[in-house]
Structures are given as C-alpha cells and as structure tokens.
C-alpha cells in the first residue's frame, strides 16, 4: 500500500465518520496497511509500519496519532511471533490488531461511564474547547437525568467552542459561551472543571488545546476540582518540563509545520498543563492521580 | 489446656508493666536474625517470672515501676549540675540516655502493646508445642518460637542509630566480638583479635545523638593487631580509605567494595567440611562489620552486598571451588557493568534529550553521573554553560569544575551562599543522589535539599540523575532519624594564621555539627532520570515493584 493511498484511507475514515477520534481513525488505516502490506519479512514490516505511523503523523499532527500508532505497534508485536511462516504471523498481528481497535473503540464508553457520576444535580460544569468524550460525558450525565448548565470557552483561533455548544444544545443541555479571556471571571460560579485531552504525558500531566492551561491556574486559585477525561492510547512517553519543552511538531498543525519556516512567528495550537494542577483523569484503565498515570504507562510500555 | 492459656494470658498481663521494659529492649535490639544465648536464657527466666507472678498481687511490680520513676529524674538532675567533664562521658550518656527513654515511654504503648499481644502468642504456641513435645522439650521450644513470632511482628532499628542507647552500643560491641571466631565449624584458634569497635568523638548536638560522629584522626585500623588473620587486607584497605575519605561518592565506593570482594573471593578457600555457599556469606560478615565501622554503608553498598550474598548462596552445593569463584567473579563484573556503567550511559541518552541549545544549567557538588552527562552533552556539540555549585567543609564542586573546565566547557563557581543570586539565570539543575527512597524522597549530599527548594521558589525545573541500583525500600520523610555525622574537626578553618575553633571542645555549650546528607521531598522534584526511562518521584515504588517481579 503506497503512502499516499494511506493518506487518502485516513482523511476517508475521518470525513465518513466525523464523531470517530483520530487516533482511532490512523489505527484503522494501519490496520489496513498492516493487511496490504507485500513485505518479506517481519522486520520488514516493522519498519513500513514505524514509516506509516510517521507519515500518518505528518498529516494529523496531533499527539494522539503518534501515542495511538506505537501502541498499536506494540500492541501487535508483543506476541510471541515464532510461526515460521510470515503469512500465519502477519495473521496473528491482524487478529491482535483487530481485538486492539476493538478495545479502543469501546474506550470512550468507559470513560463517560466513569465520569458522568462525579456531576452533581445543579451542578455548573465548565469547559474548554470541543472534546468528544467530555460531551459523551455529559450526554451521560443527560441521560441519568441530572439537571446542569455548561459553561463552554470560545476556544480561538478556530472557534472550536461554538461547535461544542451547538451540540450540547442539541442534546438540551443549558450552555452558554464564554470568551477565553473571562475564565478568571467565570471561575467562582462553577463548580467543576471538565476538559478532554489530546495526549497524556509521562508525568501525569496533559497536553490539550491552548487556553487549558490557563484554566488549570484558575481553577487551582478558586480551589475547584479540575478534571480530565482521556481514553488510553492517549498516553505518550513525553516529559515535558515545561511549555518550552513540547516538541514543535506537536505544537502547530501539519500545514503549517511545512510550510512556514519561522516557528518562532506562528501561534502554538496547544499548551501542557503540569500534574500538580489536576485533580483527577478519567481514563478507560480507571479513574487515576496524576502520579498514576507513570504507573500505568510502565505497565503499558515496559 | 485452654484453662492454662487463659492463666498463662493473665499472668502476662499482670507481669506486662515490669515486663514492657525487657520487650521493649528486646524489640529495640538492633539484630532479628540471631538470638544470643543471653536472650534466650532471659526469654526463659521471664517465663519462670510469669508463673511466680499469677500468684503474687499486683503490688510489687508496681512498687518497682514506681522505684524506677523515682530514680528517673535523679540522674538527669546531677547530669545538668555537674560539670561534664570529657573524662567521663560514659557515666553522664547513661543517664543521659535513660531519661529520654523514660520520656519516650508514653508515646511508646504501642510498641507495648505489640509486647504484649507477642507475649500472648508466645505463651500460646508454647503451651501446643508443649502439649505435643511433652514437658521437657518446652522451655527450648519457646525461646525457638520466639525468634520466628519477633522478626515479622517488629522492625528492628538498625544498631547504628542507636548510639544512645547504652544496651544497643554493648550489644553491638559483643556482636563484633563474636565475629573475630569465623565460621562455626572452624578449627583456627585465634586469640583476641576482633573486629574494633570504634568510639565516638567529641560532643554530638543532641538531636543527633542516636548517630555516630568519629574523628578521622583516629582511623580503625590502628586498633587491630598485626597480623591481622581475621579481616582480609583488601578490606582493611578500603575501609582505612573509606575513613580518610580517599574514596568518596556512592559509585566509587560501591566499585571499590565489589573490586575487594572480587580479592577477597579469589583468596578464599573452602574450610573442610564446609560448603562454599554457606562458609563465603560467614566470611563476609565480619568484614562488612569492619567497613560500617569505618564509615557507615550507603544505599547502594548495601544493594550490592546483598546481590552479592544471594548469589553465593545461589551455588550449587556440588560445584566445585574454581567454577564457584570463576562464577562469582562473572557476577560481580556483570554486576558494574550493567548497574554502573551501562547504566550510566542509558541516563545519559535520556539526559541528553533534556538539553537544548541555550540552556543554563547548575550543578551542585561531584556527582559522577551528572559530570558524564554534561561531557557527553558536550560531545554531542550542545550549546551551553554550567554554573557549579559548591559547600563547605567538603568543597567538591572543585573537582566537578575541574574535569568540566578540562573538557572545554563554561563554567560559573559560586558558594551555595550566592544561590538565590544565580538562579534567575538558570535554566535547569541537575543534581545526583546518594539514594532514592521508596517514598519518593531524595537523599543526597546536605544542600542539595536547599538546592532543590530555591529553585522551586523560582520555578526552575529540578532534573535527580539515579541509578536503578541506588534505589532502597527505606522510608524517611526527614534528615533527622537516619544520616552520618562526619568530622567536626573538618569545620575549623584557619585563615591568616587564627584558628577560632581550635579548643572547640573545651567550650561546654559549642557543638559542631557536620552533616553529610539531607533528605529532599519530592514536591521539589519535577523530573528523575534512571535507565529505565524518566519517571516522576512518585514513581519510585513502582520501580522497585517492578524490580522484584524480576528477581
């Protein structure tokens, strides 16, 4: 399978099924990749892999195509691997990779499982940005019958915000947008923070759209609980020390990443929120601390 | 039977309050492993003491309790109002000593209670063996349950920091009497010759005073007799080069004490009738008593001692003695290399990643792993400079600056007193440790706590480079209950001719102190770097969880 015909699978999967995470979107491309693929022998296949999730990275530069792409990789791989005929191996790395997809698919479910108990009745829930599981969270929260308002920031440059709002309303749940610079005034009327991620760091701490961290700080002032609801294959063996540290190419999107030459000029799309900020993750693993999240990842990656 | 139970359970209680005292010895004693004649025939008189006390009131145990508060006070009185002369310092730490005990014993019921439930169960076991062995076989019986009911149910404090207690200091002394006689079944006469218990030197502030403080004036070697047929020649070497500080920083010492042990090994030859793997550990003993007293073992001396010992005691019984010791040798060199120097290069790959062009970066002391990641960051063509800092008495920043400045790179010296004035130049800080505790804590050269502390204060990122091996399953969440006092001596400085502390010690109210690690909470640490990967402080009893399965 060619690189471009990836690509076009990938943007495919993501266009015909617009709730779908992007990382669950690349791992079924490399699935399909995995089953096209022509290669000799296993190492080969590793490296066309380790090349797909690369050039999958380079198209959707968030970071859970990267932290979803070498679990998957893993996932397959750490089985024992010793049939002498690659035709039954790469059957056994399918059969892996199916039951994996399959698993993460579930993910979301578990996660608005878990949380939606954490919202009290009355209860005035603020938000950052547009995340699918904080609104199957609250879609949850809806269908137990429990009576709250949402609190939703703009989220510039791309107004991901009003996106949120529109669907929240859908679901008749009272929301109102706020501008990202009215956190600090908002935080004393609500109760609870809730906010998605788009990678979960090694330390504990998150990594999400810009304006997240920012909230962090407020909600730590104003002494409320600042939660974050991640699926697993959000985790990435990352540590960064501070803003500065995350990598560049996590920061911008991939258009912009080739094209510009001067990062320096652009605006990063994203900020890292330390662990001695959040209260709690839901995740599909459970509800953890941030210093659990280290814990987890040995478990996943060693 | 039961009825017996049920008396025996009464008398235990009746007897606890002249009793706690005993237990509590016996539960503060610094060794689990052994229990000397002397104990057993005291596990035996108690016994007797039991059955005379169901029958006798209440009254004289309490007269006695009483007598011993009265006598409490009086030595603390004369203790204060008498001159403490030097000549005879044993007298006054007695005294000294037992009024913190006395003070202690309130906050002590637990370890009371636990006495008493370990008194119970002893009784109990003892009356069903008794029942099955028959009447004779009882009083040996019980002193056998004993040692086994004592070790899970009490964690012993290790005997070097209990310098205050008279008993656990006698208990020491006799132990390292008995290890002059090596091996049981042995045949060597030898007259004399022990392990040399080394006295302490000069007044110890009292918060410190469960510690030993030794003067490097007074090495042990000079009280063991020529020949020295019980402690192999390599271990007097290293343990006089241990007490003079010629080998210092936890790596150097651990390589050492493998390399002598690898000597040691290679000159030992199996006693006849004995087998290698029991004989080699019994060896070994006397020596690793000879080094704590020269200077107190690190964390990571102690990990390898006990890799050490589990492997000799994993050869099998009919191996012959060349394979033992060519297998022996193959583990200690494996040993360093994959938990020293490979290690060091895993860290150093992830050290790297952490380094970016620009960068500030301070240092405290001479930490070999942190002075290899810098040169091999250096190699690797960053861009940066390094500000090293250093302390007093010890000064070893100036060896870091030295081998930094000799592979080419900028650096910066100041004192530790300039801290808060360089940090808002930093970038990052990279600092060593002596050992990690399972609690997260950090435990490092004294400042390095301060260190930490400052640059949180200025939300500067605080890297701890470590090494799986240095990691220990303590738990300390403060500098005080476990350290190492080094030289007062060392403290005295003498500038254009005037020394001011010179008679230090005839001044009564002056106390050096000279403290050579402190304990660094891990709020204050953001990032720890191992050869498993960086992982935050928290993470640490996951590692040693994990290193477990794998052993």
Known sequence: ?????????????????????????????????????QSETILGLRENM?????????????????????????????TSLEHPDLSQCKNVMIERGELFLKKISLSRGKVGK???????????????????????????????????????????????GKRMAQKLRKLNIPVMVVLDAAVGY?????????????????????????????????????????????????????????????????????DILKTVKDLNQEHPMIDYTPPSLITLLFTDLGVLTPSAVSDELIKLYL | ????????????????????????????????????????QRLRKEKKQHKKNKKDDRGPPEKEKEKEKASVPAPSKPATQSPAHKAAPVPVNASASESPVA???????????????????????????????????????????????????????????????????????????????????????????????????????SLFSHLHQYSRKNPPTQQI????????????????????????????????????????????????????????????????????????????????????????????????????????????????????ILASEAISKYAIEKISDGDVILVYGCSSLVNHILCEAFEKQRKFRVIVVDSRPRLEGREALRRLVKKGIRCTYVLISALSYILPEVSKVFLGAHALLANGYVMSRVGTSQIALVAKAYNVPVLVCCETYKFCERVQTDSFVSNELDDPDDLIVTRNGKTHLENWQTVKSLGLLNLVYDVTPPDFVDLVITDLGMIPCTSVPVVLRVKNVDQ
């Open chain 2, 103 to 205: 003070a202690e014993k309130p906050a002590k019921s637990k370890a009371e209670l636990r006495a008493e439930r370990r008194a119970r169960q002893d009784s109990e076991r003892a009356s069903k063996q008794g029942k099955k062995e028959g009447g004779q076989q009882s009083t040996s019986s019980k002193p056998k349950a004993t040692p086994n009911e004592l070790q899970p149910v009490v964690k012993r404090l290790p005997d070097h920091v209990q310098v205050d207690d008279p008993v656990a200091l006698k208990k020491l002394a006799k132990k390292l009497e008995r290890q002059q006689k090596s091996g049981q079944g042995c045949s060597l006469n030898i007259t004399g010759v022990k392990v040399p218990l080394r006295s302490d030197y000069g007044y110890k502030v």
């Open chain 2, 225 to 340: 007799s020529i020949p020295v047929t019980v402690i192999h020649p390599s271990i007097v070497r290293l343990g006089l080069q241990y007490s003079q500080g010629i080998i210092a920083g936890s790596n150097a010492r651990s390589v050492a004490l493998l390399h002598a042990f690898k000597q040691v090994i290679q000159d030992y030859s199996t006693p006849p009738n004995e087998e290698l793997s029991r004989d080699l550990v019994n060896k070994l003993s006397p020596y690793i008593s000879f080094l704590s007293q020269c200077r107190p073992l690190s964390a990571s001396m102690g990990n390898a001692i006990k890799y050490i010992k589990k492997e000799i005691s994993n050869i099998p019984s009919q191996c012959k003695e060349e394979e033992a010791k060519r297998i022996l040798q193959e583990c200690i060199d494996s040993y360093i290399n994959e938990k020293i």
């Open chain 1, 186 to 254: 908002i935080m004393e009327k609500v109760d609870l923070v809730i906010v998605g991620a788009e990678g979960v760091v090694e330390s504990g701490g998150v990594i999400n759209k810009i304006g997240t961290y920012q909230m962090a700080v407020c909600s730590k002032a104003h002494n409320k609980p600042f939660y974050v609801v991640a699926e697993s294959f959000k985790f990435v063996r990352l540590y960064p020390l501070n803003q500065q540290d995350v990598p560049d190419r996590f920061k911008y999107t991939a």
């Open chain 1, 50 to 78: 380790t090349q797909a999730i690369r050039r999958l990275e380079e198209t959707d530069s968030s970071v859970a195509v990267s932290s979803g792409g070498e679990l998957f990789l893993r996932f397959i791989s750490l």
């Open chain 1, 114 to 160: 878990l949380c939606h108990t954490f919202i009290k009745d009355g209860a005035k829930i603020l938000t950052h940005s547009s995340s699918r599981v904080v609104l199957k969270v609250l879609e949850n929260a809806a269908a137990d019958n429990k009576r709250f308002t949402v609190y939703v920031t703009e989220s510039q440059p791309d107004s991901a």
């Open chain 1, 1 to 37: 399978m060619e690189e471009a015909e990836l690509v076009e699978y990938f943007r495919a999967q993501i266009r015909g099924d617009p709730d779908v995470a992007s990382a669950v979107a690349a791992i079924r491309s490399l699935l399909e990749f995995l089953r096209r693929d």
């Open chain 2, 1 to 40: 039977m039961a009825d017996s139970v049920g008396r025996q359970v009464d008398s235990i209680n009746h007897a606890t309050e002249e009793d706690e005292k005993k237990h509590e010895i016996i539960g503060a004693k610094g060794e689990g492993k052994e229990l000397t004649k002397e104990e057993k």
